[in-house]
Structures are given as C-alpha cells and as structure tokens.
T-cell receptor, first 116, second 112 residues
Framework: DAEITQSPRHKITETGRQVTLACHQT?????MFWYRQDLGHGLRLIHY???????NKGEVSDGYSVSRSNTEDLPLTLESAASSQTSVYFC???????????????FGPGTRLTVL | EDKVVQSPLSLVVHEGDTVTLNCSYE??????LLWYKQEKKAPTFLFML????IEKKSGRLSSILDKKELFSILNITATQTGDSAIYLC????????????FGKGTSLLVTP
C-alpha cells in the first residue's frame, strides 16, 4: 500500500547541532509539505515543494531548509538546532500538478524532536 | 492575514451526545475548507468542502459550509469514546497555492 513515512519518530539533540528529518512517500505525489505542531499554535507551515527542484518558504521557515531531489523525498534540515524548535514535525503530501492539484493532504506519523 | 478560529477549544461530553464543532475563517481568496481528526498521531482526513450549503456526510459525522457567513460546522451524532480526538479545521487560500492554514483545533473528550 502507498504510504508516507517519517524518520526518526523520536529524536533528542543538543542546541547548535544540525538535524535532518526524513519524509518519504510512495504515492508519487508532486506536492509535499512540512508542518510543526505546538501547544497553543496548532499546525504551522514550515516549507513546501510542488515538484523536483522546487522549494518554497512557509509561515515559520527561519532556521529550516528543505531540498527536493526526487519525487518521493523531502528532507527537513535544522541548520543549528535551537530549543524553540522543540516540537512535533509532520510531513504531508497531496496529488496533482499545478492547476490539477488537490487540496486534500495526507500526513505522515510525525517526528517528536527535543532540543536540549 | 488569513485567520481560522475554532470553537470551543475543548469539550467534554457523554457517550451518546451530539456535538457541534465550529470553524470560522477570514481568507482573502477562499478555495476550500478541510476537516481532520487527530488522535495520538497523524491528522486523518475527514471532509473537504468547497461549495456553500452542501452537506458532506460519513456515518455519524457531517459537515456543512456557509460561504456567506464564513464558517463551517462539524456535527457528530451518537458520540462514542472512539470519537475522542482533536478536530482540526483548515482553509486553502487560492493566493497561497495548496498549503493548508489550520485553526488551533477543538479537543473533544467523550466519556463513557
């Protein structure tokens, strides 16, 4: 069955370290998204991509970067982890290309990141 | 700036009760509104609404959109303990591509 996976599921790191969270989907979706979820804020958009080599900044992109070298993967990198980046991170994907894209997104299981 | 406001923020009901969750929005160029259910982990898709007044229904869950008054409701009838979850509302602004703009969610607890 097609799915979207994230790894690791849990990670503890130290302030200042570089961290990469993986997201892999087997639906062949062009559109992929990263959100973070914090108490009191709901889900907020970090970065997104509409296809290979395409990346865009979301609402809370400072301190994060993404790259899209193939359709299946959109890794999220924290360049220098900060305690404010302690959160649960969700990857999502949706089908279509350009004007044929659908708004319905399907979410991965999440990564709980703690920055000490 | 787009806004999505959900109410109430939390709710406790008894099994068998009917609940109504609210989502109001301000979006410059509205395209769609989506409802998700989040239990311990990933949000799972419930409904997408794009046209006003049309009810989407799945079992005991239903939702309707009012584009004139800029809100949506999610109804759950004959609630069960398995309905306990956070319910998330999100809107899509055509000016912002395909990203979802979420409200803070409503936490529903159904007690036996």
């Amino acid at each position: 069955d097609a799915e979207i996976t994230q790894s690791p599921r849990h990670k503890i790191t130290e302030t200042g370290r570089q961290v990469t969270l993986a997201c892999h989907q087997t639906w062949n979706h062009n559109n992929m998204f990263w959100y973070r979820q914090d108490l009191g804020h709901g889900l907020r958009l970090i970065h997104y991509s509409y296809g290979v080599q395409d990346t865009n900044k979301g609402e809370v992109s400072d301190g994060y970067s993404v790259s899209r070298s193939n359709t299946e993967d959109l890794p999220l990198t924290l360049e220098s982890a900060a305690s404010s980046q302690t959160s649960v991170y969700f990857c999502a994907s949706s089908a279509g290309t350009g004007s044929t894209s659908t708004d319905t997104q399907y979410f991965g299981p999440g990564t709980r990141l703690t920055v000490l | 700036e787009d806004k999505v406001v959900q109410s109430p923020l939390s709710l406790v009901v008894h099994e068998g009760d009917t609940v109504t969750l609210n989502c109001s929005y301000e979006v410059t160029n509205f395209r769609s509104l989506l409802w998700y259910k989040q239990e311990k982990k990933a949000p799972t898709f419930l409904f997408m609404l794009t046209s006003s007044g049309i009810e989407k229904k799945s079992g005991r869950l239903s939702s309707i959109l009012d584009k004139k008054e800029l809100f949506s409701i999610l109804n759950i009838t004959a609630t069960q303990t398995g309905d306990s979850a956070i319910y998330l509302c999100a809107v899509v602004n055509s000016n912002s591509g395909y990203a979802l703009n979420f409200g803070k969610g409503t936490s529903l607890l159904v007690t036996p």
